[in-house]
Structure formats: C-alpha cells, structure tokens
C-alpha cells in the first residue's frame, strides 16, 4: 500500500512538470503567441499574413483560458474546503469589495462615508419606510376574513422549538450557497 502510494505522489508530480511545460498550458501558450506577434510585426510588412494568423490563435488561446477560468469559478466550495488557498482568498478579497458600501445618501441628499453613520442613515430609511403617520386598529380590517387555522394548529406553529432541532436545520445547509427561488 505504501509503495503504491509513493507510485501515485511520483505520477501527480510527473503531471504537474508536464503541465507546465507542455503546449496545453494556456498561459504559457498565450505568452509564447504573444512573442511570436511581435517577431513577425518587427520582419514588416511581408509576414502580415503570419501575423494574422497568430493573432487569431491568441485569440482563441484567450478564450480557452477565460472558459477554463468560467468552469473552475463555478466549483462548489465544498470541493475546495477551506484548505487556505490563494484561490479562496481572492475570491474572498473579490466578496469583500464588490459587498463593502463605502457611502450612502442620507435624506439631506448628503454622502455619508464613515461606518456608523452609514448604519445610521440605512436604519432611518427603514424606520422611515415601515413607519405609519397614521395608525389604524388592525382588527378593524380583518373582520370580514374567515379563519383557517383552528386553536389546535394554532398551537402547533406557535410552540416552542427547541435548540437541538434549530441546530439540525442551521447544520443542514450548505454555507457556500445561497437559498434559491424555494428557499434551498
């Protein structure tokens, strides 16, 4: 079992030198075409066709390595864990500045940038928007609505939930996804 293991770790080296060095690494290759566009341009005009079609090998060369950064984004965060990767940690960089607000306009139509009264412009809209000038009786607009649930069901939703079922649920859901239109 040992030496099959050492076997397995000597060929994941092997695959990852031959993964650099080979034609398929895409950076690699967009740099070489890269080169090889501006030996052709400095020959002059006779090699334009050359150049030609270089440039569209780096074209599609470009659109390989975009595709194959597409395909790697939408990987599950469960297969990468969190074993502290550089690609975790730009992808977290990335969260923090596309979700960071830096400033908000308070009613006043001033910009407020300092984080507490950013927190404090944001909880006066909402007190603002949730507010009545006006409060009526509730009950008054309910009368002619029919109950549908009885005392019993009643019960039944308002009960106490106890920790260990809030645990199961909280648990249950994969903290790298967000709730989709059915709530999982």
């Given at each position: 079992?040992?030496?099959?293991?050492?076997?397995?770790?000597?060929?994941?080296?092997?695959?990852?030198?031959?993964?650099?060095?080979?034609?398929?690494?895409?950076?690699?290759?967009?740099?070489?075409?890269?080169?090889?566009?501006?030996?052709?341009?400095?020959?002059?005009?006779?090699?334009?066709?050359?150049?030609?079609?270089?440039?569209e090998e780096l074209n599609?060369?470009?659109?390989?390595?975009?595709?194959?950064?597409?395909?790697?984004?939408?990987?599950?965060?469960?297969?990468?864990?969190?074993?502290?990767?550089?690609?975790?940690?730009?992808?977290?960089?990335?969260?923090?500045?596309?979700?960071?607000?830096?400033?908000?306009?308070?009613?006043?139509?001033?910009?407020?940038?300092?984080?507490?009264?950013?927190?404090?412009?944001?909880?006066?809209?909402?007190?603002?928007?949730?507010?009545?000038?006006?409060?009526?009786?509730?009950?008054?607009?309910?009368?002619?609505?029919?109950?549908?649930?009885?005392?019993?069901?009643?019960?039944?939703?308002?009960?106490?939930?106890?920790?260990?079922?809030?645990?199961?649920?909280?648990?249950?859901?994969?903290?790298?996804?967000?709730?989709?239109?059915?709530?999982?």
């Amino acid at each position: 079992m040992y030496e099959l293991a050492e076997n397995l770790k000597h060929c994941g080296h092997k695959i990852v030198d031959w993964q650099k060095h080979s034609y398929f690494n895409s950076h690699q290759n967009i740099l070489n075409l890269k080169i090889q566009i501006e030996t052709e341009a400095a020959k002059g005009q006779q090699a334009n066709r050359n150049a030609i079609r270089i440039l569209e090998e780096l074209n599609e060369a470009i659109e390989q390595e975009d595709m194959h950064w597409k395909e790697k984004s939408r990987i599950q965060w469960l297969q990468w864990g969190d074993r502290n990767t550089k690609f975790l940690h730009s992808k977290c960089q990335i969260w923090n500045r596309k979700n960071k607000l830096q400033e908000l306009e308070n009613s006043e139509r001033e910009l407020v940038t300092k984080p507490s009264d950013i927190a404090a412009v944001a909880q006066q809209y909402f007190e603002d928007l949730f507010a009545t000038c006006q409060p009526k009786d509730p009950n008054a607009e309910l009368d002619g609505i029919s109950n549908k649930i009885n005392s019993n069901t009643n019960q039944a939703l308002t009960r106490t939930v106890s920790e260990e079922k809030i645990k199961a649920a909280t648990f249950s859901i994969n903290p790298f996804l967000a709730p989709g239109d059915e709530g999982h």
